[in-house]
């Protein structure tokens, strides 16, 4: 099988991955802001417009269906002319927002989708009775505006899964919906951890009431002044949210005590500031918990008899942890701990929590190790390890030659780390004999979905540091930082990786791509001994006998306006591959396209040069041809190599990069494909 392998440099299993650089399908509105709408005369016409800056929309009179797509926000409407024959509406991903006034008057309007991306409802969008009996809302919701759904009489049904917290709902009167003002007979169906922040923001005696009555479908209730609580019967998910400390309880006392034989996991909500006693007390199938970082104490007993958890995390906000919270909780190999030893309680009546022979162990910042051995050394039923950071695991590692070398570190992120705004991956790169820094926001690399790795349960997130040539055998740093708090150091480099991959060739795929990484390291190697910087990374091969075809012989092909001419061309052999063409007579701000490569526009002197970068492995020998007003020329990478190996003049290390990396070309395209 071609394309991908794993290693795991941990436990012996994770991944080379080989990236072919595919591009992600997209819309054809994504593609092209807006699409020619045609229909079969037999089947109906179709009536279209544009109904935001990148929003647009079409109407089929045969099925009455509108639709809105693009992306970005709506304005407010367009298709007034058929407000009559409108019955369903159909808002694709993309869409922010429903302009004010979007519906109204659409007496026939029966159903509605809206999607995951929209933030915002306008101001009366849905006003003056539509036929709607029921409408979704969904999570992503931030803000529903004045009047919103004023005369929607036949509304009986509202699922609204907005965060109360971050919503903002604009009823003006009370009088949306079905009834008279106040009569609150449209029923809002909420998920249960939000119930009672919908009733206390929302409800009949909040300062800004809508008129619907707010229910909850899932079992429910309150297990504190001001917290709420929730269990999803199909996922075995028990969910505790709101503000303040939970209820301190008895043995199997526990609101949730129907169904503690179902919990499989717990999610607290940042807010809730206590675990009661006895919370999840024998809940023996309870398998996973989050505990946010606006825990301070964990009562007495809470986690007592749970011996399906196997690790916990405890944040750095908690400052008390009771007697015996971990009792019997057998099945618990590791603690991760980021308490600050010096303010916190815990207490451990007979040292006989979590595993009975002591072989827990409880992972704390090095920096606290000798205060956590020597306040609870002899009373805690673990033992202390001084090998955590920001509470990350790596996993493990792969290479990637999707338009630059570069290592991939694959790790693990806390609840904390996938909230924050202001973590990163700081990389420590070599640059020959100095070093240079990468660093990436974590919430950056979060976005990007092709970064999430699932592995069984576990997810993962790929952090890139890009390398160059030179430089495969030199040691990468990678450290995530978050404020002032750092995680734990890993080292690697390409030759780590690669050397692994050789040695194991008796798997089928790692002996598949043994011809790649032993030609990927004899081009680092002959790039180190041309720039004489970097790590030594092995001897360079005799490639006395390669030579770079004719086929890559320059032809002179350019389409040039008068009084421009091409000069010539430069290949840069860093982490990225980089094709610099030089020209003269062209103005310094012209503009160049690529078939969709970036391309950079510089000045260089009296040339004017287009920077054609991220170029893969498998595109070295490939055709590029860059456009311009009024001019066009067409260059290969390798054309540059073939230049080099036939002129008279070239340094004879730098022939052999240039041989090292027509080879590497040839495997990459060998394995790729």
Known sequence: MKGRLWKNSLAAALALLV????????????????????????????????????????????????????????????????????????????????GEYAFRGCTNLTSIEIPGSVTSIGDYAFYNRTGLTSITIPDSVESIGVDAFLNCTNIKDVYCYADPDKLTWNENDCDDFMGAPKSRETVCHVPGAYYWQYVKKFGAESENPVNVTFDTDAPHG??????AWEFDLRSGKLTISGTEDMYDYTRNNYPWKDYMDNIISVEIKNGITSIGAYAFYNCQGLQTIKIPDSITSIGADAFSYCACLTSISIPDSVTSIGKDAFYLCTGITDVYCYADPKELTWIEDGCNDFKDDGSTVCHVPAENLSDYAELFGENVNVTFSGDMGLGEHLYGHSITLDGSIGVNFYVELTDELLASETAEMMFTVPNGSETDTQTLLVKDVIAEGSNKVVIGSKTYYKFKCSVSAKDMASEITAQLIDGEKTGTEYKYSVKDYANYLLAHTEVEEYANAAPLVKSMLNYGAASKRYFNEGTAIGEVRDMADVTVPNTF??????????????????????????????????????????????????????????????????????SFTVKFKSGSMTYKAMTYCYNVLNGSSYDEKLEDVCRA?????????????
Not at 563 to 575: D, N, R
Not at 661 to 673: C, E, K, P, Q, V
């Open 19 to 98: 990236v072919s650089g595919n591009v992600p399908i997209r819309s054809v509105a994504d593609l092209f802001g807006g699409a020619a709408i045609t229909a079969n005369a037999e089947e109906g016409e179709a009536a279209f417009g544009r109904c935001g800056e990148n929003a647009f929309w079409s109407f089929d009179t045969a099925t009455g269906k509108l639709t809105i797509f693009g992306r970005g926000d709506m304005y407010s409407g367009g298709w007034e002319d058929h407000k009559d024959e409108i019955t369903s509406v159909e808002i694709e991903n993309g869409i922010t927002s429903i």
């Open 222 to 227: 309150q297990c504190g002044d001001n917290a």
């Open 553 to 622: 012989k320059y032809d002179d092909n350019a389409k040039l306006p008068e009084g421009v001419t091409f000069e010539g061309a430069t290949l840069s052999l860093k982490s990225e591959t980089t094709l610099s063409l030089y020209f003269k007579g062209l103005p310094a701000g012209t503009t160049f396209t690529c078939n969709g490569k970036t391309v950079e526009t510089a000045k260089n002197g009296k040339y004017v040069v287009a920077r054609i970068r991220g170029i893969k492995a498998s595109e070295l020998e490939n």
């Open 661 to 673: 990396l027509y080879l590497f070309a040839r495997a990459a395209n060998d394995y790729i494909g």
